[in-house]
């Protein structure tokens, strides 16, 4: 029996996609860019990644919002204006992968509630990720590092941990600012943070619910 599709929501999406609805700000964005801006950084760009293990029907739907038929492996398509790599994981139309880089902070959210709104309706509510990247001209010492993080936690009214890792520190954390996260060893986390020095500078990567990938 074929699934029958929500026309009410297949509308939704095209009217996100062509940025025909007034979306409402994007509080993540919005919170993790004010917490680097509170730290002295600017804003490099935004990621928008994510994972979607798609319902029946699913994947006919995301080729009709898409405009394309989507094979297995890698695609790259155009979406609004930007480079989107969109990752089939086989042919039967299981699972779905995706990443946009941006430094518009816009069209990241238009964006991310695309996918999201995708995920809740034809996957299984998986969380879209949205990683700020940012650097600081200085390269910073690990204790430099640590207290960063610790300024970072204190906008966010945050608690979790830093860890020292590949010459730098990762830090995850839970915010009772941030929308739900996900749930790691039993400890409930809704961002975290990477801080990589080199070559006189520090690349800062601050992600809900978590960077899902290393840029």
């Known amino acids: 029996m074929k699934r029958k599709i929500n026309l009410e929501k297949v509308l939704a999406m095209m009217l996100i996609l062509t940025q025909g609805v007034q979306l409402p700000p994007n509080g993540e964005n919005h919170l993790l ?3 680097l801006a509170q730290a ?3 804003i490099d760009g935004y990621v ?3 994972y979607v293990h798609l ?3 699913g994947l006919y739907v995301l080729e009709k919002m898409l405009q394309t038929r989507l094979s297995t492996g890698d695609n790259i398509l155009l979406f609004l204006g930007e480079e989107l790599k969109v990752v089939l994981a086989d042919n039967k139309g299981k699972a779905v992968s995706m990443q946009l880089i941006t430094t518009d902070e816009q069209k990241a959210h238009y964006c991310r509630s695309f996918w999201q709104f995708f995920a809740d309706n034809w996957g299984k509510g ?3 990720g949205i990683t700020v990247l940012a650097k600081a001209y200085e390269e910073m010492s690990l204790s430099a590092e640590e207290k ?3 300024e970072i936690a204190g906008f966010l ?3 979790g941990m830093v860890y020292k890792n590949g010459g730098g520190v990762d830090g995850v954390y839970y ?3 941030l929308a739900k996260g996900l749930s790691v060893a039993a400890q409930e986390i809704n961002y975290n943070i990477v801080l990589r020095p080199h070559a006189g500078r520090t690349d800062v990567y601050l992600g809900y619910p978590v960077i899902y990938q290393t840029y």
């Open 33 to 35: 860019d004010q917490a």
């Open 40 to 42: 002295g950084l600017s």
């Open 48 to 50: 928008v990644s994510g």
């Open 55 to 57: 319902e029946r029907g």
């Open 126 to 128: 998986e969380i879209m």
């Open 148 to 150: 960063f993080c610790a």
């Open 157 to 159: 009214d945050a608690e």
């Open 175 to 177: 915010s009772p600012k």
